[in-house]
T-cell receptor, first 114, second 114 residues
Framework: DAGVTQSPTHLIKTRGQQVTLRCSPK?????VSWYQQALGQGPQFIFQ???????QRGNFPDRFSGHQFPNYSSELNVNALLLGDSALYLC?????????????FGPGTRLTVT | KQEVTQIPAALSVPEGENLVLNCSFT??????LQWFRQDPGKGLTSLLL?????REQTSGRLNASLDKSSGRSTLYIAASQPGDSATYLC?????????????FGAGTQVVVTP
């Protein structure tokens, strides 16, 4: 049973550019959440997608946007990159039907903005 | 607003000693609490999930307790091993948006010396 997968593993971008990160949820899961983790800090919630809609959003600017596809996979897009966007981006999936909402995390994408 | 705190930020113990990791939260209206392990530069591995109605959960050498009224959870790791060296994060899920975001602490970095 494949767990949560993310691509790419590492990414280097220049300030002002745009980036797209991808996530495939664990088999059977229908909800995807994205988190940003700066060095030495806990993950910060960006947003959550369910039934192809953004259901909840954290305190992140509109430069951060996302999408969920019919197969439940998801993309995170960041426009006009800033140096401060350098972080580990984590995707988590869960299944809404159990009521436990336990989140399973992928290995992350390390984004470096220069 | 929920605040999650983990003290200490770092901990070093000799192999064989028991580990005690603390997590405190300010809003007792939680749906559940999860403990995660994170190896350097990697994603999060879920260790234990405690529902708000539970007082503790156990898995092998790991035991987590929850005291909602005092806003505290403790993770015990018995007979520590060098392989237990990692950062341990706790995260709470609010009762109102139980399907939604996890609120993380900054983590406790653990080193177990042989």
């Amino acid at each position: 049973d494949a767990g949560v997968t993310q691509s790419p593993t590492h990414l280097i971008k220049t300030r002002g550019q745009q980036v797209t990160l991808r996530c495939s949820p664990k088999s059977g899961h229908d909800t995807v959440s994205w988190y940003q983790q700066a060095l030495g800090q806990g993950p910060q919630f960006i947003f959550q997608y369910y039934e192809e809609e953004e259901r909840q959003r954290g305190n992140f600017p509109d430069r951060f946007s996302g999408h969920q596809f019919p197969n439940y996979s998801s993309e995170l897009n960041v426009n006009a990159l800033l140096l401060g966007d350098s972080a580990l981006y984590l995707c988590a999936s869960s299944f809404a039907g159990t009521g436990y909402y336990e989140q399973y995390f992928g290995p992350g994408t390390r984004l470096t903005v220069t | 607003k929920q605040e999650v705190t983990q003290i200490p930020a770092a901990l070093s113990v000799p192999e064989g000693e028991n580990l005690v990791l603390n997590c405190s939260f300010t809003d007792s209206a939680i749906y559940n609490l999860q403990w995660f392990r994170q190896d350097p530069g990697k994603g999060l591995t879920s260790l234990l999930l405690i529902q708000s109605s539970q007082r503790e959960q156990t898995s092998g050498r790991l035991n987590a307790s929850l005291d909602k009224s005092s806003g505290r959870s403790t993770l015990y790791i018995a007979a520590s091993q060098p392989g237990d060296s990692a950062t341990y994060l706790c995260a709470v899920k609010g009762f109102v948006d139980s399907w939604g975001k996890l609120q993380f602490g900054a983590g406790t970095q653990v080193v177990v010396t042989p």
